[in-house]
């Protein structure tokens, strides 16, 4: 496995990553009994019968004491391929650990991948196949500050994004005016009630206009990041159990690459993550190698 053949697979896992932090707050808590659109409680775990856009509201709001999450996710990504993996995220402090199977259009663009972020740094592991480019060592450490050295945008940036506002991409849905309700499922042994609606560009550039400043920046550039893929409009799908949390996420939309259907379920959240650095033994680190080869075209 070449040095590129591991940053397209990574950038693929890390693809995966974002798309989980879209979601991530959605299934969030607000720490007590009460509910953001006035509703009583009902038994924990049970559906609870409100309207559409309530129950999305109150889901893409119940986020502010939200510090962490455990996820399962399948599904397609344009320009990528299909994948499965798993992944925990904390917020504070930032860590994520995620392993990831990617199904992609060539060989150096499939296989598995785990992820490690912890300590400003991104940790890479391809497995033994790419230890072969790297003196034997199976894990790639990549720096904040290092990312375009892959050949690219800083992949960590994504990810530390998570820092801002992960929910804002969650609370797009509010912005979807043919909200329904599907029906009730069990998800994960846990009953649910899903949710559906479609969400334009046009509807969400409309709404820019009643946002602060720094959430009205972040809106445009997730608009005119999909306004470049070809997207008009996508759908998406909450399943949202009786304690208003979200327990499944779906988004569908189709870019100039091919359609996008991404499936997270939430496994946990609020739980402790922990997640540690690779043994030094066991891995490269890319300044260093960088200035390894200044070092050595300096010298020729």
């Given at each position: 496995?070449t040095?590129?053949?591991t940053?397209?697979?990574?950038?693929?896992?890390?693809?995966?990553?974002a798309l989980?932090?879209?979601?991530?707050?959605a299934?969030?808590?607000d720490?007590g009994?009460?509910?953001?659109?006035?509703?009583?409680?009902g038994?924990?775990?049970?559906p609870?019968?409100?309207t559409?856009?309530?129950?999305v509201r109150?889901?893409t709001?119940k986020?502010?004491?939200?510090t962490?999450?455990?996820?399962?996710m399948?599904?397609?990504?344009?320009?990528e391929?299909?994948?499965?993996?798993?992944?925990?995220?904390s917020?504070?402090?930032?860590?994520?650990?995620?392993?990831?199977?990617v199904?992609?259009?060539?060989?150096?663009?499939?296989?598995e991948m785990?992820?490690?972020?912890v300590?400003?740094a991104?940790?890479?592991n391809?497995?033994d196949?790419?230890?072969?480019?790297?003196?034997?060592?199976?894990?790639l450490?990549?720096?904040?500050?290092?990312?375009?050295?892959g050949?690219?945008?800083?992949?960590?940036?994504?990810?530390?994004?998570?820092d801002?506002?992960?929910?804002?991409d969650a609370?797009?849905m509010?912005?979807a005016?043919?909200l329904?309700?599907?029906?009730?499922?069990?998800i994960?042994?846990?009953?649910?009630t899903r949710?559906?609606g479609?969400?334009?560009?046009?509807?969400l550039?409309?709404e820019?206009?009643g946002?602060?400043?720094?959430?009205?920046?972040?809106?445009?550039?997730k608009?005119?990041?999909?306004?470049?893929q070809?997207?008009?409009?996508?759908?998406m799908?909450?399943w949202?159990?009786?304690?208003?949390?979200t327990k499944q996420?779906?988004?569908?939309?189709?870019t100039k690459?091919?359609?996008?259907d991404?499936?997270?379920t939430?496994?946990s959240?609020?739980?402790?993550?922990?997640?540690?650095?690779?043994?030094?033994?066991?891995?490269?680190?890319?300044?260093?190698?960088m200035?390894?080869?200044?070092?050595?075209e300096a010298g020729a």
């Amino acid at each position: 496995m070449t040095m590129r053949s591991t940053f397209v697979r990574g950038g693929a896992a890390l693809g995966a990553a974002a798309l989980a932090l879209t979601a991530f707050t959605a299934c969030g808590d607000d720490g007590g009994d009460g509910r953001a659109d006035g509703r009583k409680g009902g038994n924990a775990g049970e559906p609870v019968d409100v309207t559409p856009a309530a129950a999305v509201r109150t889901a893409t709001e119940k986020a502010e004491d939200f510090t962490s999450l455990e996820y399962r996710m399948s599904g397609e990504v344009p320009g990528e391929g299909s994948m499965e993996g798993t992944g925990a995220i904390s917020m504070d402090p930032p860590a994520m650990q995620m392993t990831m199977t990617v199904d992609g259009a060539s060989p150096d663009e499939s296989g598995e991948m785990e992820i490690r972020l912890v300590d400003d740094a991104m940790y890479m592991n391809a497995g033994d196949e790419a230890a072969a480019g790297m003196d034997g060592k199976t894990w790639l450490k990549i720096g904040m500050s290092e990312g375009e050295a892959g050949g690219g945008e800083n992949p960590l940036l994504e990810m530390k994004q998570a820092d801002e506002n992960p929910a804002e991409d969650a609370q797009m849905m509010n912005a979807a005016d043919d909200l329904k309700k599907v029906g009730e499922e069990e998800i994960e042994g846990v009953r649910t009630t899903r949710y559906t609606g479609t969400v334009a560009l046009d509807d969400l550039r409309a709404e820019l206009k009643g946002l602060d400043a720094k959430t009205k920046k972040n809106r445009q550039e997730k608009i005119d990041e999909m306004a470049e893929q070809g997207v008009d409009e996508f759908t998406m799908d909450m399943w949202i159990d009786g304690e208003d949390h979200t327990k499944q996420f779906r988004m569908q939309a189709e870019t100039k690459e091919g359609p996008l259907d991404t499936t997270l379920t939430f496994l946990s959240y609020n739980e402790p993550v922990t997640v540690q650095a690779p043994p030094a033994s066991e891995t490269a680190d890319m300044d260093q190698m960088m200035q390894d080869m200044e070092d050595a075209e300096a010298g020729a």
